[in-house]
């Protein structure tokens, strides 16, 4: 398949969001439609900036959508978006004058789902994690250079329009997994923190049961779609719980070409093949 560029595919999460899947979009397009049923439900277990749960609800891939998110940071914007409140964080986000002063003083205040979309549009790479810099500290142009207010409005409406096809869970992936091993009308998509040491800082909420994870989803009766590192470790794992891998290609929007591996159940390994034949 060719190098997918992240800039060529539909944006709609609010978040900047490290490791974030928008460059998956016709990938996760090509294998949600050549499902041999129209799953129930979608289950996003690692949300983060859902870019995926929300393709899934936007092009009614999904009778509903369940976005899962430990991080009470980021489950509060997800859950005053999804829940009533998309008009009142626009207004925010249009009000303020993305000036060092006044984001300081937002990063100061009381915990909000607004402190948390300043600080992820603030900071070097979109980092929530404690000790993350702001772009610029010194330079006001510099910490704006990410802050685009009329779009993230816009998105942020446009996710409001179809909340009522997404159900917030905040919680522990594995334990939601658990629950869903028996369920055959699921489709999962699996995208949990990068296993190298050096990401992991990237989130606050880093440390992953990646063997429990892989025994897990080893034994769903349902449809599942993992993307973890291209690594021996991951290839590993991969092979100890029986599941089939193969790489994919990237590019992200600094042109940085690279690949991470596509992981299924071996029942579902050809379709895997054939998505990857058609994006």
Same mark, same amino acid.
């Given at each position: 398949?060719?190098?997918?560029?992240?800039?060529?595919?539909?944006?709609?999460?609010?978040?900047?969001?490290?490791?974030?899947?928008?460059?998956?979009?016709?990938?996760?397009?090509?294998?949600?439609?050549?499902?041999?049923?129209?799953?129930? !439900? %979608?289950?996003?277990?690692? $949300?983060? /900036?859902? +870019?995926?749960?929300?393709? *899934?609800?936007?092009? @009614?891939? &999904?009778?509903?959508?369940?976005?899962?998110?430990?991080?009470?940071?980021?489950?509060?914007?997800?859950?005053?978006?999804?829940?009533?409140?998309?008009?009142?964080?626009?207004?925010?986000?249009?009000?303020?004058?993305?000036?060092?002063?006044?984001?300081?003083?937002?990063?100061?205040?009381?915990?909000?789902?607004?402190?948390?979309?300043?600080?992820?549009?603030? !900071? %070097?790479?979109?980092?929530? $994690?404690? /000790?993350? +810099?702001?772009?610029?500290? *010194?330079?006001?142009? @510099?910490? &704006?250079?990410?802050?685009?207010?009329?779009?993230?409005?816009?998105?942020?409406?446009?996710?409001?329009?179809?909340?009522?096809?997404?159900?917030?869970?905040?919680?522990?992936?594995?334990?939601?997994?658990?629950?869903?091993?028996?369920?055959?009308?699921?489709?999962?998509?699996?995208?949990?923190?990068?296993?190298?040491?050096?990401?992991?800082?990237?989130?606050?909420?880093?440390?992953?049961?990646?063997?429990?994870?892989?025994?897990?989803?080893?034994?769903?009766?349902?449809?599942?779609?993992?993307?973890?590192?291209?690594?021996?470790?991951?290839?590993?794992?991969?092979?100890?719980?029986?599941?089939?891998?193969?790489?994919?290609?990237?590019?992200?929007?600094?042109?940085?070409?690279?690949?991470?591996?596509?992981?299924?159940?071996?029942?579902?390994?050809?379709?895997?093949?054939?998505?990857?034949?058609?994006?």
């Amino acid at each position: 398949m060719p190098v997918v560029n992240v800039a060529s595919c539909p944006q709609r999460s609010p978040f900047r969001y490290p490791g974030g899947k928008t460059w998956l979009t016709p990938f996760m397009r090509s294998w949600l439609s050549g499902l041999p049923r129209r799953p129930e !439900r %979608f289950v996003d277990l690692f $949300a983060g /900036g859902g +870019s995926m749960a929300l393709l *899934a609800a936007a092009e @009614g891939f &999904a009778d509903e959508v369940v976005m899962v998110e430990l991080d009470p940071e980021v489950a509060g914007v997800w859950r005053a978006i999804l829940e009533g409140g998309a008009e009142d964080l626009v207004q925010q986000i249009l009000a303020i004058d993305f000036t060092l002063e006044n984001v300081v003083r937002v990063l100061d205040g009381e915990p909000s789902a607004f402190q948390t979309i300043v600080k992820n549009r603030a !900071r %070097f790479g979109g980092t929530l $994690a404690p /000790g993350a +810099s702001l772009l610029v500290t *010194a330079e006001t142009r @510099g910490l &704006a250079a990410r802050w685009y207010p009329e779009t993230l409005a816009r998105r942020i409406r446009d996710i409001a329009g179809y909340a009522d096809r997404v159900r917030l869970i905040e919680g522990d992936a594995l334990a939601v997994l658990s629950t869903l091993l028996d369920d055959q009308a699921v489709a999962i998509f699996i995208d949990p923190p990068y296993t190298a040491a050096k990401k992991r800082r990237l989130y606050r909420y880093n440390e992953i049961d990646h063997v429990k994870l892989f025994e897990l989803a080893s034994g769903c009766a349902g449809d599942i779609l993992m993307t973890y590192d291209n690594t021996d470790e991951v290839k590993h794992l991969c092979d100890s719980y029986g599941l089939s891998y193969q790489p994919i290609a990237m590019s992200s929007l600094h042109h940085v070409e690279m690949t991470e591996l596509v992981i299924s159940l071996p029942s579902h390994e050809l379709r895997i093949s054939d998505r990857l034949a058609d994006t």
